[in-house]
């Protein structure tokens, strides 16, 4: 018999908003395919997932996505299991904090490589047989970041930025052609129940506690509600899209005065 299932797959899905995405993927029936870094507790979400949901299908994969040549690696990894991938989300990522010039440098390539160009290197693998079969959904996930230069957050923004407008350009691209692929770009504020924070150094940034902060669970309920509305981009909240329209009226050198603001540490 048939299976009829699809399939979703998450780079950065064994924790944050990888998982809370995942729960909602499982619950809707989707297969899974959970890559994440080697050391990561796969087998913990595999098993969260699976409870909720114990007749569809859960593959891991290790794999550190700040390597070059990680997304081919990936691909191969599914289609060597026969997958055809429905949904892909682009949800690893991490944060470099500071002054540009007191970062090392060596972990900001290592961050530009994996927010943007293996994102980009998954898109374009699995794009191609979205496209020839004229159905699928990419989901991108960006930042509140991307809409303005963020001085202490200067190259993690700036890759955010890529993401947005890569992903609002290639949806145009797709629905102008009239293809049933769609793209979507996930923009929330800072969220408060990751590891992201303690990663990036940012313990004490006034961001996390801030009204705006968000969920992982909340980001994951907007962004599958976007998805299925077919949106391009969605900035997960309730009234949040709203604000920032308003905030996003202002001169840039306002809009950074804010982000430095935020960004500041309460300490």
């Given at each position: 018999?048939?299976?009829?299932?699809?399939?979703?797959?998450?780079?950065?899905?064994?924790?944050?908003?990888g998982?809370?995405?995942?729960?909602?993927?499982?619950?809707?029936?989707?297969?899974?395919?959970l890559?994440?870094?080697?050391?990561?507790?796969?087998?913990?979400?595999?098993n969260?997932?699976?409870?909720l949901?114990?007749?569809?299908?859960?593959?891991?994969?290790?794999?550190?996505?700040?390597?070059?040549g990680?997304?081919?690696?990936?691909y191969?990894?599914t289609?060597?299991?026969?997958?055809?991938?429905?949904?892909?989300?682009?949800?690893?990522?991490?944060?470099?904090?500071?002054?540009?010039?007191?970062?090392?440098?060596?972990?900001e390539?290592?961050?530009?490589?994996?927010n943007?160009?293996?994102?980009?290197?998954?898109?374009?693998?699995?794009?191609?047989?979205?496209?020839?079969?004229?159905?699928?959904?990419?989901?991108?996930?960006?930042?509140?970041?991307?809409?303005?230069?963020?001085?202490?957050f200067?190259?993690?923004?700036?890759?955010?930025?890529?993401?947005?407008?890569?992903?609002?350009?290639?949806?145009?691209?797709l629905?102008?052609?009239?293809?049933?692929?769609?793209v979507?770009?996930?923009?929330?504020?800072?969220?408060?129940?990751?590891?992201?924070?303690?990663?990036?150094?940012?313990?004490h940034?006034?961001?996390?506690?801030?009204f705006?902060?968000?969920?992982?669970?909340?980001?994951?309920?907007?962004?599958?509600?976007?998805m299925?509305?077919?949106?391009?981009?969605?900035i997960?909240?309730r009234g949040?899209?709203?604000?920032?329209?308003?905030?996003?009226?202002?001169?840039?050198?306002?809009?950074?005065r804010?982000?430095?603001?935020q960004?500041?540490?309460?300490?």
């Amino acid at each position: 018999m048939k299976d009829n299932r699809k399939t979703m797959l998450i780079t950065g899905g064994s924790g944050g908003i990888g998982i809370e995405l995942g729960k909602i993927f499982a619950s809707a029936g989707y297969h899974l395919v959970l890559v994440a870094l080697p050391g990561d507790d796969m087998q913990q979400a595999k098993n969260i997932l699976q409870d909720l949901n114990p007749f569809i299908n859960i593959l891991l994969l290790k794999k550190d996505l700040s390597i070059h040549g990680a997304a081919t690696e990936v691909y191969e990894f599914t289609q060597s299991h026969k997958l055809t991938v429905n949904v892909l989300v682009n949800c690893a990522g991490f944060g470099t904090y500071g002054h540009v010039n007191e970062i090392c440098i060596d972990r900001e390539l290592a961050m530009i490589q994996l927010n943007t160009s293996t994102l980009y290197h998954l898109t374009r693998l699995y794009l191609r047989d979205m496209i020839e079969r004229d159905e699928g959904q990419i989901i991108n996930m960006s930042s509140i970041s991307a809409f303005q230069p963020n001085p202490s957050f200067a190259t993690y923004g700036a890759c955010k930025s890529f993401v947005l407008n890569f992903s609002r350009a290639l949806n145009y691209e797709l629905h102008e052609r009239g293809s049933r692929v769609r793209v979507l770009a996930v923009c929330p504020t800072a969220v408060k129940d990751t590891g992201f924070q303690v990663t990036a150094g940012m313990e004490h940034a006034r961001a996390f506690s801030s009204f705006m902060a968000t969920t992982s669970a909340t980001v994951a309920r907007d962004t599958y509600e976007a998805m299925k509305q077919g949106r391009d981009v969605v900035i997960p909240g309730r009234g949040l899209g709203f604000g920032h329209a308003l905030v996003n009226l202002l001169p840039a050198s306002w809009k950074m005065r804010i982000s430095k603001y935020q960004l500041q540490e309460t300490l």
